[in-house]
């Protein structure tokens, strides 16, 4: 199976910024599409960002021109750039893929454990 494990988090001012990483390990035949996710308290998961195989990009739009999402296939990496950063993207943020592990069978969705990133006001 696929494994992703995330790094990267932490506290941050508002109006600083982080970056978060993501490395996905295990059986991988094809790796499709990689994104971040996050959740805050009381709240339902959300997609944050999202990039395909092919480098196309994908925003939710509180981060749009704040956020930048990127991944290096060679590495099986995903990151998240986040600038500008708001107390209201304080969250446990989600790494996430989509992944074919065998060379036969189905693609399946993937989750890391998820880290915490806090601004503060």
């Known amino acids: 199976q696929v494994r992703l494990v995330e790094s990267g988090g932490g506290l941050v001012q508002a109006g600083g910024s982080l970056r978060l990483s993501c490395a996905a390990s295990?059986?991988?035949?094809?790796?499709?599409?990689m994104g971040w996710y996050r959740q805050a308290p009381g709240k339902q998961r959300e997609l944050v960002a999202a990039?395909?195989?092919?480098?196309?990009?994908n925003y939710a739009a509180s981060v749009k021109g704040r956020f930048t999402i990127s991944r290096d296939n060679a590495k099986n990496t995903v990151s998240l750039q986040m600038n500008s950063l708001k107390p209201e993207d304080t969250a446990v943020y989600y790494c996430?893929?989509?992944?074919?592990?065998?060379?036969?069978?189905?693609?399946?969705?993937?989750w890391g454990q998820g880290t915490q990133v806090t601004v503060s006001s």
């Open positions: 990039i395909t195989s092919g480098g196309s990009t």
């Open positions: 996430n893929c989509n992944a074919n592990p065998y060379v036969l069978g189905h693609n399946y969705d993937y």
């Open positions: 295990g059986s991988i035949f094809r790796l499709n599409a």
